[in-house]
């Protein structure tokens, strides 16, 4: 498919080929959700924790004798039952992450781009590079061109200028191209590839 290339004032700068194998497929939103479901459950944290009996601050001298009460047999306040006891088989600090192949990841990109590319929300940006690390000029741009919240994905590397340019601007994220992925393509209204951006996901895609 062929899309139109622009420069950040808007003015075109030509057209680029984009593989259908790359950008050109029918998006599945059950695979979008498996990928981006394994991307949130690898980034939880899991330091949830409550105390056990054994944890718990209470002593452990028996609380009243065992017989002639009239009521349960209990050994100390650390017990499940009782108030600011110890919790029965709570939460511990564990992992949340699970495996999925790296097949099935790259799949979930190439989808996660061609539902951009089908949904008219791709653009491809000639380049990325700002002679000037200057957030006014670059918001301006970012103004006039209607993004509001756009992801740029650049080459190998960003460019310093523009990714400095680019940190205080409410809505703008820049990533390189082995920092794209499914969860924050989807996030962004508007995803902005670079031609070098383009060249680098669809060698990494094939």
Do not use: C
């Not at 929300?121 to 756009?150: I, Q, Y």
Request: glycine share 10%.
């Amino acid at each position: 498919m062929k899309l139109d290339v622009i420069k950040l004032d808007g003015a075109k700068a030509g057209t680029v080929d984009l593989g259908d194998e790359v950008f050109g497929l029918e998006p599945r939103a059950d695979i979008l959700h498996r990928v981006v479901r394994w991307q949130r459950n690898k980034a939880q944290a899991g330091t949830h924790k409550v105390k056990t009996r054994s944890e718990t601050s209470y002593s452990t001298k028996k609380i009243y004798r065992q017989k002639g009460t009239g009521g349960a047999r209990h050994g100390d306040r650390n017990a499940p039952i009782f108030r600011k006891g110890g919790i029965y088989k709570g939460p511990t600090p564990r992992s949340h992450a699970h495996d999925l192949p790296k097949k099935f990841r790259k799949l979930g990109l190439r989808h996660a781009l061609s539902a951009k590319a089908k949904a008219g929300e791709l653009v491809v940006l000639d380049t990325a590079d700002l002679a000037e690390a200057k957030t006014a000029m670059l918001a301006k741009s970012v103004k006039n061109l209607g993004w509001k919240r756009a992801l740029v994905i650049d080459g190998a590397q960003v460019n310093e200028n523009f990714a400095r340019a680019a940190r205080n601007i409410e809505g703008l994220d820049v990533l390189p191209s082995m920092g794209a992925n499914v969860y924050d393509i989807l996030k962004r209204d508007t995803l902005v590839l670079t031609k070098a951006g383009v060249e680098a996901l669809e060698a990494r895609l094939k």
